[in-house]
Nanobody, 120 residues
Framework: QVKLVESGGGLVQPGGSLRLSCTAP????????MGWYRQAPGQQRELVAD???????NYADFARGRFTISRDNAENTAYLQMNNLKPEDTAVYYC??????????????WGQGTQVTVSS
């Protein structure tokens, strides 16, 4: 059973910052695209940002310019730095590890989720 360990959620005021962390087993981390998704109450889970093992990053429109995804290959950890947080960023944030190719198909692993609440 592959386990992704998340940390860093919490309560922050509007305009504040949080950094989320996600640690994966090394055998997974070096090959997989690491991403962050979020799910607000009554909403579908949506992509926030992801980063390939080569470092190429992709952002949702709402995240671009405020959030930064990064990965530390020595620590097998992916990060999501979130700045200028807004109340609408309130959600459970999930770490994801994704791998896909034409031979083996697609594999996804998920973290347990961490709550981010933006409120004054």
């Amino acid at each position: 059973q592959v386990k992704l360990v998340e940390s860093g959620g919490g309560l922050v005021q509007p305009g504040g910052s949080l950094r989320l962390s996600c640690t994966a087993p090394g055998s997974i981390f070096r090959l997989y695209t690491m991403g962050w998704y979020r799910q607000a109450p009554g909403q579908q889970r949506e992509l926030v940002a992801d980063i390939r093992n080569g470092g190429e990053a992709n952002y949702a429109d709402f995240a671009r310019g405020r959030f930064t995804i990064s990965r530390d290959n020595a620590e097998n950890t992916a990060y999501l730095q979130m700045n200028n947080l807004k109340p609408e960023d309130t959600a459970v944030y999930y770490c994801n590890a994704y791998y896909g190719d034409l031979i083996s198909g697609e594999t996804n692993y998920w973290g347990q989720g961490t709550q981010v609440t933006v409120s004054s």
